[in-house]
C-alpha cells in the first residue's frame, strides 16, 4: 500500500473536531509512509488533510476539475496536481492512483465518490479497501441503510462487511494496511 484517496468536504463542518480529525488523519497516513491524493482543494477539510500531510514532509497528488479551480481553490503547493476536464476524470485518476480508500465527514459529494468506489469493489472491479472515518458518528447511519438494505433484499449481507470503518484515524490506516480482500460474487 502506496497511496490513499481520501475523499472529505470542502466545507470544515459545524464542529471544529473535523478539521481537528482531517488534520490528523493527513499526520497518520505521513506516520505510515502513505502518499495522499485527494481532490487538490485548498479549503475546509480537503485543505486541512493535504496541509497536514504536507507539513509532515509527505506526497500529495491533487486532482480537480477545470470548473472546480476557482471555486474550491485549487492547492498550488501540492507535490503534484492535475487539473482535468470532468468529475468522471477527477474520480478516476484517483481511483487508479490510489491502493485504498478513506471518506471523512463530507456532503454529497463526498458520499458520491466514496460509493462509486465502494460499488466498484462490490463488483469485483477492485480489491482495495474503502474506509469511512466516524468522526462523531458521522457514518453511523450508513451502517443503518446497508441493514435496510439487507433487510429488504437489495445487497447481501457479506457487502457490509466490506466497509472499513473506525472512528480514530491510526486504527483505520491500521485496519487498511491489515485488509485482505474477499470478492463476493454478486449474482450467486
Same mark, same amino acid.
Given at each position: 500500500?502506496?497511496?490513499?484517496?481520501?475523499?472529505?468536504?470542502?466545507?470544515?463542518? /459545524?464542529?471544529?473536531?473535523?478539521?481537528?480529525?482531517?488534520?490528523?488523519?493527513?499526520?497518520?497516513?505521513?506516520?505510515?509512509?502513505?502518499?495522499?491524493?485527494?481532490?487538490?482543494?485548498?479549503?475546509?477539510?480537503?485543505?486541512?488533510?493535504?496541509?497536514?500531510?504536507?507539513?509532515?514532509?509527505?506526497?500529495?497528488?491533487?486532482?480537480?476539475? +477545470?470548473?472546480?479551480? /476557482?471555486?474550491?481553490?485549487?492547492?498550488?503547493?501540492?507535490?503534484?496536481?492535475?487539473?482535468? /476536464?470532468?468529475?468522471? +476524470?477527477?474520480?478516476?485518476?484517483?481511483?487508479?492512483?490510489?491502493?485504498?480508500?478513506?471518506?471523512?465527514?463530507?456532503?454529497?459529494?463526498?458520499? +458520491?465518490?466514496?460509493? +462509486?468506489?465502494?460499488?466498484?469493489?462490490?463488483?469485483?472491479?477492485?480489491?482495495?479497501?474503502?474506509?469511512?472515518?466516524?468522526?462523531?458518528?458521522?457514518?453511523?447511519?450508513?451502517?443503518?441503510?446497508?441493514?435496510?438494505?439487507?433487510?429488504?433484499?437489495?445487497?447481501?449481507?457479506?457487502?457490509?462487511?466490506?466497509?472499513?470503518?473506525?472512528?480514530?484515524?491510526?486504527?483505520?490506516?491500521?485496519?487498511?494496511?491489515?485488509?485482505?480482500?474477499?470478492?463476493?460474487?454478486?449474482?450467486?
Amino acid at each position: 500500500m502506496k497511496t490513499i484517496a481520501v475523499y472529505c468536504g470542502s466545507s470544515t463542518g /459545524n464542529d471544529p473536531i473535523y478539521m481537528k480529525q482531517a488534520r490528523n488523519l493527513g499526520k497518520i497516513l505521513v506516520d505510515n509512509r502513505l502518499n495522499l491524493v485527494y481532490g487538490g482543494a485548498t479549503v475546509g477539510c480537503m485543505g486541512a488533510v493535504a496541509d497536514a500531510v504536507m507539513e509532515a514532509g509527505g506526497k500529495v497528488i491533487g486532482v480537480i476539475p +477545470e470548473k472546480l479551480k /476557482n471555486v474550491e481553490i485549487a492547492h498550488q503547493q501540492l507535490s503534484e496536481l492535475h487539473v482535468v /476536464n470532468t468529475m468522471h +476524470e477527477r474520480k478516476a485518476l484517483m481511483a487508479e492512483y490510489a491502493d485504498g480508500f478513506i471518506a471523512l465527514p463530507g456532503g454529497s459529494g463526498t458520499l +458520491e465518490e466514496w460509493f +462509486e468506489v465502494f460499488t466498484w469493489a462490490q463488483l469485483g472491479y477492485h480489491n482495495k479497501p474503502c474506509a469511512l472515518l466516524n468522526i462523531n458518528n458521522y457514518y453511523t447511519p450508513i451502517l443503518s441503510l446497508f441493514d435496510h438494505m439487507i433487510e429488504q433484499g437489495f445487497i447481501k449481507s457479506e457487502y457490509k462487511d466490506l466497509i472499513v470503518m473506525d472512528n480514530n484515524s491510526k486504527e483505520l490506516v491500521k485496519k487498511l494496511k491489515d485488509y485482505k480482500s474477499t470478492y463476493i460474487h454478486k449474482w450467486q
